[in-house]
């Protein structure tokens, strides 16, 4: 059975930092992309970040690229999105994802705000 459990994420003011994790489990962890994605209110699910089982590729979105950064521990079976320079517009709910024998798997979703 496949899991992605997430951790992290909460309450930041623009400008400030924060990393998120998710940890895989049920897979061979090492062989797989993993993505982080995130849906605002009232917006569609985008995705944002992702990067290949062995961390040569690493993709993102405009919206995020120089801010964020994805990696990945395929000892621990770990992917984290460290968010730096975050601003108000990023606040969202986050989820990580990857797709097994063609089924998406997500995390439960973490929610980031960033406010003053």
């Known amino acids: 059975q496949v899991r992605l459990v997430q951790s992290g994420g909460g309450l930041v003011q623009p400008g400030g930092s924060l990393r998120l994790s998710c940890a895989a489990s049920?897979?061979?962890?090492?062989?797989?992309?993993m993505d982080w994605y995130r849906q605002a209110p009232e917006k569609q699910r985008e995705l944002i970040a992702s990067?290949?089982?062995?961390?040569?590729?690493?993709n993102y979105s405009d919206s995020v690229k120089g801010r964020f950064t994805i990696s990945r521990n395929n000892i621990r079976n770990l992917v984290f999105l460290q968010m730096d320079s975050l601003k108000p517009e990023d606040t969202a709910v986050y989820y990580c994802?990857?797709?097994?024998?063609?089924?998406?798997?997500w995390g439960q979703g973490t929610q980031v705000t960033v406010s003053q």
């Open positions: 994802h990857t797709r097994f024998r063609a089924r998406p798997y």
């Open positions: 049920g897979i061979n962890f090492r062989l797989y992309v």
């Open positions: 990067i290949s089982g062995d961390s040569a590729v690493r």
